[in-house]
């Protein structure tokens, strides 16, 4: 499936950003989603792959699809 089609509301390519300010932005921008609404995040950080799903499980969103540099997570529904 090719990821842009993949629905969501809101998207951010944070390209070459490094993980810990990538994540502390992305905080902010799911923060300004409804719960349940999806986010895209590309990101060409290497350390991505291993990020993202851990700091997803950390904050209890979901991480609905990674497929690197794209990544689709479900804003927590509190």
């Known amino acids: 499936m090719d990821v842009d089609l993949i629905p969501h509301h809101d998207a951010w390519d944070a390209g070459d950003l490094a993980c810990g300010?990538?994540?502390?932005a992305l905080?902010?921008?799911l923060e300004r989603l409804?719960?349940?609404?999806?986010f895209q995040l590309v990101t060409r950080d290497e350390g991505a792959p291993v990020d993202?799903?851990?700091?997803?499980?950390?904050?209890?969103?979901?991480?609905?699809?990674?497929?690197h540099p794209y990544?689709?997570?479900?804003?927590?529904k509190d």
């Open 21 to 24: 300010p990538m994540l502390l």
């Open 27 to 29: 905080k902010g921008r």
């Open 34 to 38: 409804a719960l349940g609404q999806v």
């Open 52 to 67: 993202v799903p851990a700091w997803c499980r950390l904050t209890g969103h979901r991480l609905l699809r990674a497929a």
């Open 71 to 76: 990544y689709h997570l479900e804003r927590r």
